[in-house]
């Protein structure tokens, strides 16, 4: 299994619109960051996590033109605002693209982008959705699903298994619940959300996640949703070798 980080960005990227760099070194280009998405390998099958405003760039970076299924976390703006982008890949695909969430999720994105799953006289509809309600085995791999605080709504975190190793990708959320400690618990690699230094009423802060990542004896740590408070290089030089800042680009392997 691999996973590749499309984008390591808050919902306003790094920099923000009027090239306000913030805290971020803007010579180093691993702190240019998309909003956050990831693009999972299980064997041949290809799972893109969330499809922000910045898909398109994404992918072609990624140079990937289809994917198997999209998971959607949650539908804030800067997890869902590149779904249209989905019209491509069913083009290149020659089928519709899946697309898995909550129950809730599910109907949520019917409303606002209806002309994507039910079609109109002129286009065929481009995506087809599925409700995730268990677990899933994808190649071999175990995928797990846990909701996750995130302000007035959850998340939806994710735990890959295959066989003795295990990847986490949790994203938008602020605070460790007890069914989120159960399932991220001695994880290989766990891509954390880590917004800044200080706390935040809706996602998590770098002292809490380092924290719970020690609880949890988490082998490799990556920090991702960062905003522009959070230097590449100053992360890299203050934090220990089992942590490291995502970037752009940026490719685990299990």
Known sequence: MKLRILGSGTSSGVPRIGNDWGSADPAEPKN??????????????????DAGPDL????????????ERVII??????????????????????????????????????????????GNALYPAVCRTYIIDGEWDVEGVRVRFVDQPHGRITSLGLRFDEGAKSLVYAIDYVELTDAMASLYEGADIWVSDCLRRRPHPTHAHLDAVLGWARD???????????DNSM???????????????????????L
């Open 32 to 49: 240019r960051r998309l909003r956050a998405s990831a693009l999972a390998t299980l064997g041949e099958t290809r799972i893109l996590i």
């Open 73 to 118: 976390t949650h539908d804030h703006a800067d997890h869902i605002h590149g779904l249209d982008d989905l019209r491509q890949v069913a083009h290149n695909r020659g089928d519709q693209v899946p697309v898995h969430g909550r129950a809730d999720l599910i109907e949520r994105l019917h409303d606002r982008f209806r002309y994507l799953f039910n």
């Open 216 to 226: 949890l004896k988490v082998g490799h740590l990556v920090l991702s949703h960062l």
């Open 231 to 253: 230097d590449h290089a100053q992360l890299v030089s203050e934090l220990p070798d089992w942590v490291e800042p995502a970037f752009d680009g940026l490719e685990l392997e």
């Open 56 to 67: 398109r760039e994404q992918l072609n970076a990624a140079g990937m033109g289809e994917v």
